[in-house]
């Protein structure tokens, strides 16, 4: 058995439930794989940073702006393949504070973590509103600040957080981040350069056991719901478990269809770094190989599909 590390860019939730499924219907051992998941703790590093300082045979997931930057700024990763092909990122609100659309952030305060700040600040590039007119904190989850008022928007992903607050008594509704011009990815399995070019065996087995994984856990919710319930231990129970789940559906499948789960649209991909690019969150259009490592996948499902 292989020793396998993978660090989450979150804590254990449901919205893992396909890795957490394969860990506990041994699909990872039948690969061979010994894995183990590292939740998300604050301590300075991002989890690109983290991925490259974990050493021989680990890999982790992020959003795919995250991985770019990374790219540009010349580290040694690249993406493979994704858990979620629509992104839920949404801003939470609440109805009294008035916010419909981006634009009504205008005057606003603000709080997104590191991996969501960047994609709020596209779209309000792409929507044309001023650098400064929305006043936006990189702050760490904190549900209780909205709660309190100190921000009137805050960062979540639509299938947990805004659960997480309507369960508070939180009179929450969301904004999706979103414009027509970019299309991002969640939660996108990525590596580094030497990973990839030592391991490529195991990490193309880890990969295909997470991807069956998740067709196999959304197949079987309630059960599901129950495996996840028992690796959040006294965080959460079976019922809040599938309601996570079922939020996540959507969010799975675009393009790719179940027949393709997780596999990367390139031409999706190669135009989202043409509006990263614009926007400035790279200094230049960046190629798709310099990116991404697709032969995981297309030894996967097998090309042509």
């Known amino acids: 058995m292989k020793k396998f590390t993978f660090f989450l860019d979150f804590l254990i939730e449901g919205q893992f439930v396909g890795l957490l499924w394969a860990l506990e219907k041994g699909l990872y051992k039948e690969a061979g794989l010994d894995v183990e998941f590292v939740e998300w703790v604050e301590d300075g590093r991002s989890i690109i940073q983290k991925v490259i300082d974990g050493g021989r045979l680990c890999a982790g997931c992020s959003e795919d702006n995250l991985i770019i930057s990374a790219c540009a700024a010349g580290l040694p990763v690249r993406?493979?393949?994704?858990?979620?092909?629509?992104?839920?990122?949404?801003?939470?609100?609440?109805?009294?504070?008035?916010?419909?659309?981006?634009?009504?952030?205008?005057?606003k305060k603000v709080a997104m973590h590191c991996d969501g700040i960047r994609i709020l600040e596209a779209v309000l590039a792409l929507e044309k509103i001023p650098t400064g007119a929305v006043e936006i904190h990189e702050l760490p989850y904190q549900p209780d600040r909205l709660v309190r008022?100190?921000?009137?928007?805050?960062?979540?992903?639509?299938?947990?957080?805004?659960?997480?607050?309507?369960?508070?008594?939180?009179?929450?509704?969301?904004?999706?981040?979103?414009h027509h011009h970019i299309h991002p990815y969640a939660q996108v399995f990525f590596a580094t350069l030497e990973n990839i070019e030592q391991e490529p065996v195991a990490i193309q087995s880890f990969l295909s056991a997470?991807?069956?994984?998740?067709?196999?856990?959304?197949?079987?919710?309630?059960?599901?719901?129950?495996?996840?319930?028992?690796?959040?231990?006294?965080?959460?129970?079976v019922a809040s478990a599938r309601k996570v789940i079922d939020q996540l559906i959507p969010y799975l499948y675009d393009e790719a269809g179940d027949s393709r789960?997780?596999?990367?649209?390139?031409?999706?991909?190669?135009?989202?770094?043409?509006?990263?690019a614009a926007i400035g969150l790279t200094s230049g259009v960046l190629a798709v190989e310099d990116t991404v490592d697709n032969h995981f996948i297309e030894r996967i499902y097998g090309y042509p599909p």
């Not at 993406?79 to 005057?107: F, N, W, Y």
């Not at 921000?151 to 979103?178: C, H, I, K, N, S």
């Open 210 to 237: 997470s991807l069956e994984g998740f067709r196999q856990s959304v197949s079987q919710r309630d059960e599901a719901a129950k495996i996840v319930a028992k690796f959040l231990g006294g965080r959460g129970d």
């Open 149 to 178: 008022d100190e921000f009137q928007a805050v960062q979540g992903y639509a299938m947990y957080e805004p659960l997480q607050l309507a369960a508070m008594g939180v009179d929450v509704q969301t904004l999706p981040v979103r």
């Open 261 to 276: 789960y997780g596999a990367l649209d390139l031409e999706r991909w190669s135009r989202n770094l043409k509006t990263y």
């Open 79 to 107: 993406a493979l393949a994704t858990m979620l092909q629509v992104s839920p990122l949404v801003l939470m609100t609440k109805h009294s504070s008035g916010i419909q659309t981006i634009r009504d952030l205008i005057g």
